[in-house]
């Protein structure tokens, strides 16, 4: 078996950290930018008639489980290499998308990862080689 690259696991501490942050504040602070904007807009277009786009914000709730998810896939990069190989290349594309959601740290730490995975020796670890 060939030695995990530094690297793969800078990107497992990454997705770790990531998730961390997510889960415990920013949710929070994408919820209140995404109500903010969401609410300010519908106020303006419908003269206050009309306050729902305050409830835009909890869409921003989902960044949670992603942080979950990146949690629990950074301690599996770490623990248990060899059990989450085929799908470490796949994870920061994952990421990139949550910006829709208000998030600016996954998408960050997803660019971070497809520069890491597509590494000549993380690639060759990933493929098995």
């Known amino acids: 078996m060939p030695p995990i690259p ?5 990107l497992a501490i990454l997705q770790l950290v990531a998730g961390a942050c997510n889960v415990f504040f920013g949710w929070f602070f ?35 489980p992603v942080g979950m998810a990146e949690i629990v896939m950074g301690i ?30 996954s998408p960050i730490v997803g660019l971070v990862g497809l520069m890491l995975t597509r590494d000549a020796e993380v690639a060759g670890y990933i493929e098995g080689l």
């Open 6 to 10: 530094q690297k793969y696991q800078i």
């Open 30 to 64: 994408a919820s209140m930018i995404v109500s903010f904007v969401a609410g300010t807009c519908t106020t303006i277009f419908t003269l206050g008639l009309c306050p729902v786009g305050f409830f835009c914000g909890m869409v921003s709730w989902l960044i949670i």
């Open 76 to 105: 599996l990069m770490l623990a248990s290499p060899n059990t989450v190989k085929g799908v470490v290349g796949w994870i920061p594309l994952a990421q990139l998308p949550t910006f829709l959601l208000g998030d600016f740290l």
